[in-house]
């Protein structure tokens, strides 16, 4: 019997310069390593091949030449690849392939510029619809910014929240009419520490007392405008979960992409957590009829 395949999309939100592409390079890299893929049985395929040289080729730039990848600035597109079983003669992946995932990245300047011209608006938005075709979307906070701001974290937090929200406020209008609620959007947005290796002490369940220490009142807002694109917002986690992430550790002009936290557990995030957790809100009747056919389906 032919099984349903599973395509998975998960959404990255980060400030410029927060992680984002070294996290992606290192994940793409790492899965392309002969050791992990003997380890899992798996070969991993970029859907576009050139693309996916370019991403290895980021990730053997930081592994040999310990050189972090260019920062990319206003450059997004999915990025989507496939689990194709080792033992499978690759002229037959299209056939059996079962899992898929696309990794969609909003770009970091978004977040920190006005729009500058009628056409960036039309790219912002364009990149926010494919995005929502995610089930998880991952914020970053940069572990970086909380150490430039010891003593001070509240301000960055609060305003990285608040930022965030002024964005999704800014788009608003561009992805659904006044009255429209969106079925399928990201209902799972887990906060994420990038560049974890700076901040070693700092676990999941610290991360999570310092938001909520220093910007409860900002992640509430952010849930309240989050809640106002989709219908039934009770089926929403806004940071309920947490995660701590290095893509590797960068200490004195070295990368050593061996010593990375968090990063294997981006896969699981983006296909279990979301069957988890639909799950449980079907059982509480908290998700629409429709979407709740769909997503049960699906698993
Ligand atoms: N210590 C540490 N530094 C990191 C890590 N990941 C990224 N960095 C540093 O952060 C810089 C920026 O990372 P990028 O991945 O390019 O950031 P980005 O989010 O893609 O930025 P934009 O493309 O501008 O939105 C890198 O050049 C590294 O110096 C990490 O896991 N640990
Ligand atoms: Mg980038």
Same mark, same amino acid.
């Given at each position: 019997m032919s099984k349903q395949p599973i395509h998975q999309h998960i959404a990255v939100f980060g400030q410029a310069g927060s992680g984002k592409t070294v996290l992606l390079s290192s994940l793409f890299g790492r899965l392309h390593e002969p050791s992990t893929i003997h380890k899992n049985g798996y070969r991993f395929l970029a859907d576009d091949s050139a693309r996916g040289n370019k991403l290895l080729q980021k990730y053997l730039g930081m592994k040999e030449q310990a050189q972090a990848p260019m920062q990319d600035k206003f450059v997004s597109s999915p990025f989507g690849f496939k689990f194709v079983p080792e033992s499978q003669p690759l002229d037959a992946k299209k056939k059996t392939s079962h899992i898929g995932i696309t990794w969609h990245d909003y770009p970091g300047e978004w977040f920190e510029s %006005?729009?500058?011209s009628e056409s960036e608006r039309n790219d912002r938005a364009h990149t926010f619809r494919q995005l929502i075709q995610s089930d998880v979307a991952l914020v970053l906070v940069d572990a970086q910014k909380l150490l430039d701001h010891e003593g001070d974290e509240e301000r960055y937090l609060k305003s990285l929240f608040g930022t965030f929200r002024n964005t999704l406020l800014g788009i608003k209008s561009d992805i659904i009419a006044d009255n429209e609620r969106l %079925?399928?959007?990201?209902?799972i947005w887990v906060i994420a520490l990038s560049k974890a290796d700076l901040m070693p002490e700092l676990d999941a369940h610290r991360l999570h007392e310092l938001v909520v220490l220093h910007a409860a009142d900002e992640l509430n807002a952010l849930r309240k405008v989050l809640a106002d694109?989709?219908?039934?917002?009770?089926a929403l986690s806004v940071g309920e979960d947490y995660i701590v992430i290095s893509s590797a550790e960068f200490k004195n002009g070295t990368i050593d992409?061996?010593?990375?936290?968090?990063v294997d557990a981006l896969l699981p995030l983006s296909t279990i957590l979301p069957i988890q957790r639909y799950q449980r809100w079907n059982v509480l009747r908290l998700l629409p009829a429709g979407l709740a056919d769909e997503k049960m389906v699906k698993t």
């Open positions: %006005e729009v500058s %079925e399928q959007f990201p209902r694109f989709v219908n039934g917002d009770e992409l061996e010593k990375h936290k968090g």
